[in-house]
């Protein structure tokens, strides 16, 4: 199917997409998974190839089809619809396909292989976060999306987390429930002085007035303070992760 949209499944709002960068997950990661049981799953071209590794059909695959094997091509073809573009085109399969669940209906999207290999695909990936807040890049050890103002992290106490500016200035940002408070901050792009810090609370809470941040938090905690974390609850624009690991 060529350049259509169609309705994949019955749309349940969550989906995994898989880029084509490397994955860094458990083989057996997405078998043993009961949180993802829930999730339709899609692939951005060579993405198709990854999701097959882990012993995924992804209902459809988007994209030029430039980086799907031959072999694995011929697999999909009477199982997954093909969403196909031109190879000259103004937006990375990646977005294309991140456009196209969003149409469908989709607003919970979890982003697998979309760093490594290629610094600049990671960097372009890591933009579309402040593009598309509905998404979040999920590797083996770290979890990150961007973050409004007003987020609330919940049970994450001894993650290590860092906030990356994605405007010029963020201005008035504050901190509560890190080892590294702040108080009305002004953090410029390309400042290191929010990279590393550590959560310590149960109930630890990002604002700022103005800009753009991302958050990059380990899945697991990495220092001792309080209980164990479960997953990431934001309290605005995300859903709670639990994953199956």
Same mark, same amino acid.
């Given at each position: 199917?060529?350049?259509?949209?169609?309705?994949?499944?019955?749309?349940?709002?969550?989906?995994?997409?898989?880029?084509?960068?490397?994955?860094?997950?458990?083989?057996?990661?997405?078998?043993?998974? *009961?949180?993802?049981?829930?999730?339709?799953?899609?692939?951005?071209?060579?993405?198709?190839?990854?999701?097959?590794?882990?012993?995924? #059909?992804?209902?459809?695959?988007?994209?030029?089809?430039? %980086?799907?094997?031959?072999?694995?091509?011929?697999?999909?073809?009477?199982?997954?619809?093909?969403?196909? @573009?031109?190879?000259?085109?103004?937006?990375?399969?990646?977005?294309?396909?991140?456009?196209?669940?969003?149409?469908?209906?989709?607003?919970?999207? @979890?982003?697998?292989? $979309?760093?490594?290999?290629?610094?600049?695909?990671?960097?372009?990936?890591?933009?579309?976060?402040?593009?598309?807040?509905?998404?979040?890049?999920?590797?083996?050890?770290?979890? #990150?999306?961007?973050?409004?103002?007003?987020?609330?992290? @919940?049970?994450?106490?001894?993650?290590?987390? %860092?906030?990356?500016?994605?405007?010029?200035?963020?201005?008035?940002?504050?901190?509560?429930?890190?080892?590294?408070?702040?108080?009305? $901050?002004?953090?410029?792009?390309?400042?290191?002085?929010?990279? *590393?810090?550590?959560?310590?609370?149960?109930?630890?809470?990002?604002?700022?007035?103005?800009?753009?941040?991302?958050?990059?938090? *380990?899945?697991?905690?990495?220092?001792?303070?309080?209980?164990? $974390?479960?997953?990431?609850?934001?309290?605005?624009?995300?859903?709670?992760?639990?994953?199956?690991?």
């Amino acid at each position: 199917m060529t350049g259509a949209t169609p309705r994949i499944l019955p749309c349940n709002e969550r989906a995994v997409v898989f880029f084509n960068g490397e994955c860094d997950l458990a083989p057996d990661f997405f078998r043993k998974s *009961s949180f993802y049981a829930e999730f339709d799953f899609v692939a951005a071209d060579g993405g198709a190839n990854i999701a097959l590794r882990y012993g995924v #059909i992804p209902a459809a695959v988007i994209g030029d089809m430039d %980086s799907i094997t031959a072999s694995n091509r011929r697999k999909l073809e009477k199982l997954s619809r093909f969403v196909i @573009h031109p190879v000259e085109k103004e937006k990375s399969d990646g977005q294309l396909a991140l456009e196209f669940l969003l149409e469908q209906g989709y607003n919970d999207i @979890h982003i697998f292989a $979309a760093t490594g290999g290629r610094i600049d695909q990671t960097l372009f990936n890591l933009q579309l976060l402040s593009r598309f807040p509905q998404c979040r890049i999920i590797t083996d050890s770290e979890e #990150i999306t961007a973050v409004v103002s007003g987020s609330v992290l @919940h049970q994450l106490a001894g993650c290590r987390a %860092s906030l990356i500016p994605t405007t010029p200035e963020v201005k008035g940002l504050t901190l509560e429930g890190f080892k590294y408070n702040l108080a009305k $901050a002004n953090i410029k792009y390309g400042s290191t002085l929010t990279l *590393s810090n550590v959560i310590i609370s149960d109930r630890a809470k990002i604002s700022f007035q103005e800009g753009g941040l991302i958050l990059v938090v *380990s899945r697991t905690p990495e220092f001792s303070f309080g209980r164990q $974390a479960t997953g990431l609850k934001l309290i605005k624009g995300k859903k709670n992760s639990k994953y199956g690991k």
